[in-house]
């Protein structure tokens, strides 16, 4: 198993994990890497980024498994279908979105206040604990999961 950096035309960086130098030429001729950020099939071997191991539980340090909380981690590398799928999912997810503000933890409060006629009924998102979310459904008010997590607009850039 081959782990390479690769990058994109408009110079996305990413991973690509093969069987073989081989797979990747054969899967690069096929169409089959594409950028996750971009879809581009524009995609070249960037110049090794000294920061990955080359063993050990590199597998835990390239998705970032060994910071932070815990996270779901495979030792079955993904292909680059799942990355695409992610990203459309992402994208799909941001669409939705569009149309309505984001409200942080104000969340629970403000969608209550709009069940109840409070206030004038607007699309919002936020964060809610789980508990909050389980009242809010309980007393009938309309609430569901984004199926991504979302980083606040203050944290974006
Ligand atoms: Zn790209």
């Given at each position: 198993m081959i782990v390479y950096d690769?990058?994109?035309?408009?110079?996305?960086?990413?991973?690509g994990w093969?069987?073989?130098?081989?797979?990747?030429?054969?899967q690069k001729a096929e169409g089959l890497v594409?950028?996750?950020q971009c879809g581009s099939l524009a995609v070249n071997k960037a110049p090794m980024a000294p920061s990955v191991g080359k063993k050990g539980n590199q597998v835990l340090e390239v998705n970032g498994g060994t910071r932070g909380g815990p996270k779901g981690v495979s030792n079955t590398p993904m292909s680059p279908e799942?990355?695409?799928a992610i990203e459309k999912l992402a994208k799909a997810q941001a669409k939705a979105l569009?149309?309505?503000?984001?409200v942080g933890k104000d969340f629970v409060e403000q969608s209550r206040a709009m069940h109840y006629g409070e206030r004038k009924h607007a699309p919002i998102h936020g964060e809610a604990s789980v508990?909050?979310?389980?009242?809010?459904i309980e007393e009938g008010v309309p609430v569901a999961p984004l199926p991504l997590p979302?980083?606040?607009p203050e944290d974006v850039n």
């Open positions: 690769l990058s994109c035309d408009r110079g996305h960086r990413f991973e093969f069987g073989s130098s081989a797979d990747f030429a054969e594409s950028c996750p799942v990355s695409a569009e149309n309505s503000t984001w508990e909050d979310a389980k009242d809010l979302i980083a606040p």
